[in-house]
C-alpha cells in the first residue's frame, strides 16, 4: 500500500514539488537492533503474542526521526521563500524564455532547471536522511556509489516528469482562474492511473532488479493465495532489495495488465512460510478491497482542497511581494515555489484526517489478511519481526500517531489479531463472500 500512496503523492506534482528531508542529532553506530530470533513466542498455538518492548536502539531511532520530521516541515518553508525572496524563481524563469520562447517549452525548461537547483539544495540533507541516517542505525547495506546512482536516476525521473505535467496547471491557469484549482485536482486521476500502469514497469526496475521467485514453492503458496482472493493473472517478483537496506517489506502494485506481487528478498529472507502468507494475504486484501481506488479518489479530494487554499491566497500574497518575487501572476510559472509553499502549508492541516483513512486502511487489509490465513499466530509474529527488524516502537505518542502514522501501531496491530477469531467464536467473517474455494 506504500507504493499506493508514493504514487498519490506524485501526483500533487502537477502543481507542486514535496517531500523535503532534513538533518537530525547523531546517534551511536555502535547499537545493534534485536534480531529476528529474539521473538518470544507462547508454547500454545492459541495463546496471545505478545508485543515486545522497544530496543533503545529503536527508542533513538524514534526520537530522531521525530526531530527529522519536525526540521523537514521547516525546511519545506525555508526552501520556497529563498525560491522566491532571493529571485531565483524569477531567473529560472527568465533563462527559460531565452532558451525555450514559446510558452510550453519555457514551462518545461523552466521544470527542468527547478527540479536540479532543488536537488542541489537538498542534496546534503538527503545524503544524511537516506545514508547516513540509515547506516548509523544499522538499517542500511547501501554502498555510496548506489546512493548516488539512484539519487541520479531519480533525479533523471523527476527532471523528465515534471515538464510532462507541469504545463497542465499553468494552462488552466491562464484558461480558467477561477476554476483552475478544481480542474487540476480533476487532473490529476488520470495521472495517478497513468502511474500506476508506468511505475512498476519503467520506474520501479531503475532502481532495483526484479526477477522471478527463487522458492518456487513459496511462490506457488503465494499464487494459490492470490486465487483464493480473486486476483487472477498476477505475476510474483522478488527484488534484490537487500543491496540497499535490512528492512523489509512486501506490497502488490500496478493495475490491470501491470499488476504483480512484490517481496523484497530480505523479507524472504526473514520471515517464515506462514508469516509471508499473512503479509501477502494482508496486501492482497488491499486489491480486493479497492482500496487503490479510494486512495486516488481521496488524493484527488486532497489536492483541490489545497490548490483551492492556493487560490484564494496566492494573489494577495503576491499583490504585497510580487514585485520583490518578479512576476505579478499566478500563472507565470516562477510562481511554482509559492504554490508549493501554499498547498503544503494547506495539507499539513489535512495531514491527521489524511493518516486517519489510511489507518482504516492498513486495519481492514490486517482483517482480510486474518480472514484468508486464519492463522493469528503467524501474523502476529510477522509483525513483531517487523517491529524489530525496521526498529519500530510499537506503541508510539499520541501526536506521532495524529501527524505521522500512516499504518496502526504494531502494538495495536498485534493486540487486534490476538483478540480477531471469528472462525473459531462462531461470530460472522466480514470479507468471507470475498474469497474462492
Known amino acids: 500500500m506504500k507504493k499506493v500512496i508514493a504514487l ?13 528531508l532534513a538533518t537530525a542529532r547523531q546517534v551511536d553506530p555502535g547499537a545493534s537492533a534485536a534480531p529476528a530470533s529474539e521473538v518470544v513466542v507462547p508454547d500454545d498455538p492459541r ?3 505478545p508485543v515486545p518492548e522497544p530496543t533503545e536502539k529503536a527508542l533513538r531511532y524514534y526520537r530522531t526521526g521525530n526531530v527529522l520530521w519536525a526540521v523537514g516541515l ?11 525572496f532571493s529571485g531565483l524563481s524569477a531567473r529560472m524563469r527568465d533563462l527559460a524564455k531565452r532558451i ?7 514551462i518545461a525548461i523552466y521544470a527542468v532547471v527547478f527540479t536540479v537547483i532543488t536537488w542541489v539544495i537538498d542534496l546534503p540533507l538527503a545524503y544524511y536522511a537516506g545514508y547516513a541516517r540509515q547506516h548509523e542505525y544499522g538499517l542500511s547495506n547501501q554502498t555510496l556509489g548506489k546512493w548516488w546512482g539512484d539519487s541520479l536516476k531519480g533525479l533523471m525521473v523527476g527532471a523528465i516528469i515534471l515538464p510532462l505535467v507541469l504545463w ?3 494552462l488552466l491557469l491562464r484558461r480558467s482562474p477561477r476554476r483552475w ?5 480533476l487532473a490529476a486521476i488520470p495521472f495517478i492511473v497513468l502511474m500506476l500502469f508506468v511505475a512498476p514497469v519503467w520506474i520501479d526496475p531503475l532502481f532495483n532488479r526484479f526477477g522471478p521467485m527463487k522458492d518456487q514453492a513459496l511462490e506457488r503458496s503465494i499464487l494459490d493465495l492470490a486465487s483464493k482472493a480473486g486476483i487472477e493473472g498476477s505475476r510474483v517478483f522478488e527484488v534484490e532489495k537487500s543491496v540497499d537496506t535490512k528492512a523489509v517489506n512486501a506490497y502488490v502494485t500496478g493495475f490491470l495488465d501491470t499488476k504483480r506481487i512484490v517481496l523484497w528478498d530480505t523479507i524472504i529472507a526473514k520471515l517464515d512460510r506462514d508469516e509471508l502468507l499473512f503479509v501477502m494475504g494482508h496486501e492482497m486484501g488491499h486489491y480486493v478491497l479497492r482500496h487503490v481506488a479510494q486512495i486516488i479518489v481521496f488524493s484527488s479530494a486532497i489536492i483541490i482542497i489545497g490548490l483551492f487554499v492556493v487560490h484564494r491566497t496566492a494573489n494577495r500574497l503576491i499583490a504585497r511581494w510580487g514585485s520583490r518575487w518578479g512576476f505579478t501572476e499566478l500563472s507565470d510559472v516562477a510562481s511554482l515555489p509559492l504554490i508549493m509553499l501554499l498547498f503544503s502549508l494547506a495539507t499539513f492541516v489535512l495531514t491527521p484526517a489524511v493518516l486517519m483513512l489510511t489507518r482504516h486502511i492498513e486495519h481492514e487489509a490486517d482483517r482480510f489478511g486474518l480472514e484468508i490465513t486464519r492463522n493469528n499466530r503467524a501474523a502476529a509474529t510477522a509483525f513483531i519481526r517487523l517491529q524489530q527488524e525496521n526498529l519500530a516502537v510499537p506503541r508510539p505518542g499520541s501526536l506521532y500517531k495524529l501527524w505521522r502514522s500512516s499504518h496502526p501501531p504494531i502494538g495495536e496491530r498485534v493486540d487486534f489479531i490476538n483478540a480477531y477469531r471469528p472462525w473459531e467464536t462462531g461470530d460472522e467473517m466480514k ?5 474462492r474455494e
Open 181 to 185: 484549482w478544481l480542474w487540476s485536482g
Open 8 to 20: 498519490s503523492l506524485l501526483a500533487v506534482g502537477v502543481t507542486v514539488v514535496v517531500a523535503r
Open 168 to 170: 497542465v496547471p499553468y
Open 431 to 435: 470479507y468471507a463472500d470475498r474469497f
Open 100 to 106: 525555450g520562447r514559446k510558452w510550453f517549452f519555457v
Open 74 to 84: 521547516a525546511w519545506g518553508i525555508v526552501v520556497p521563500l529563498i525560491l522566491l
Open 47 to 49: 495463546a496471545p503474542v
